[in-house]
């Protein structure tokens, strides 16, 4: 009987163990640095000929339910949205599409799909069809779904820029694929630490939630500044609190380098008390989108090509 009880309480210790170490254990080592130079952005912005973007758009296409405990370590077991956005940025005479959404076909069977927004997603793929530069923060198909599943995949692949990182881990973005015929022609986006993309934007490399990650900085034509983050974080709460996602999460379902993503979420966190014009955009917060929408630093809606 006893050590029947002895067995029981060794198991129980044990699943007690693995719980918090897979949910609550938010402790990390801080010897690894993520540096952003802000000087070097702002200089990079200013790179090229030709005015910076004048609007930065976005569409809100579809919304995934998690639970808070999925999005930061020690959150509670209460469902909250996981909106899935796409970002235009709008120049007098062309626009750059950063991620590009997924489709139904993909969002369905993703976890918990909340709501489906067709008009939306029918103008971020349009918006695709005259997009002057197509990039995504990452690898993941709530991110480059849209790209992949686009009708018009092979007519628009020449505005595509997939890193040299994101199109050696083409394996991430499943169950999106893209088709070997293009993969083969790519041409790789390859760069150091910074890339001056356009007039007012600089990708900024970002190895960590997948290898490909790279958050973009963007400088508008009246000066103001965003910085998209992709999933660096999620929320606007991994920011404030300097907490990743919990290591179920980040060991189980996503494979990240947990402490190179913290490293950017101290980064991050620094940037904005020292920075604080520099705004910047988690990638699934409807919070920070919708006050940044009522600034006007966000504009909601695609702007089309007439037909
Ligand atoms: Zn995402």
Do not use: C
């Not at 029947?4 to 690894?32: F, Q």
């Not at 940044?292 to 504009?299: D, N, R, S, T, Y």
């Amino acid at each position: 009987m006893r050590a029947k009880s002895i067995a029981t309480l060794t198991v129980l210790a044990a699943l007690a163990g693995l719980y918090w170490w897979l949910w609550l254990d938010h402790r990390m080592p801080a010897d690894r640095e993520f540096a952003i130079d802000v000087a070097e952005l702002r200089r990079l912005a200013g790179e090229g000929d030709g005015a910076k973007p004048d609007a930065v758009r976005f569409e809100k296409s579809s919304a995934l339910a998690f639970t808070e405990s999925m999005i930061v370590t020690g959150g509670r077991w209460a469902v909250v949205d996981m909106p899935v956005y796409a970002f235009q940025l709008h120049y007098p005479d062309r626009t750059i599409v950063v991620d590009t959404a997924m489709d139904r076909s993909l969002a369905k069977p993703a976890f918990l799909l909340q709501s489906f927004d067709d008009d939306a997603y029918a103008r971020v793929e349009r918006a695709l069809d005259t997009a002057a530069l197509i990039v995504v923060t990452h690898e993941h198909f709530d991110h480059s779904g849209g790209l992949a599943q686009h009708p018009r995949l092979a007519q628009i692949w020449p505005a595509v820029r997939l890193t040299e990182t994101q199109l050696a881990h083409v394996d991430r973005m499943a169950p999106a694929t893209l088709p070997q015929a293009l993969l083969d022609e790519a041409d790789a986006l390859r760069y150091e630490r910074y890339h001056a993309l356009a007039p007012g934007v600089v990708l900024i490399k970002s190895p960590g939630h997948t290898p490909g990650s790279q958050m973009v900085y963007v400088q508008l034509a009246d000066g103001r500044e965003l910085l998209l983050l992709g999933d660096v974080a999620w929320k606007q709460r991994n920011l404030d609190l300097v907490r990743e996602r919990p290591r179920f999460v980040t060991a189980l379902l996503i494979r990240e380098d947990r402490e190179a993503v913290h490293a950017q979420l101290r980064a991050l966190h620094r940037l904005a008390r020292e920075q604080s014009a520099i705004r910047q955009v988690p990638g699934h917060d409807a919070g920070v989108i919708d006050a940044l929408a009522a600034e006007g630093l966000l504009q909601p809606g695609f702007v089309l090509p007439a037909t």
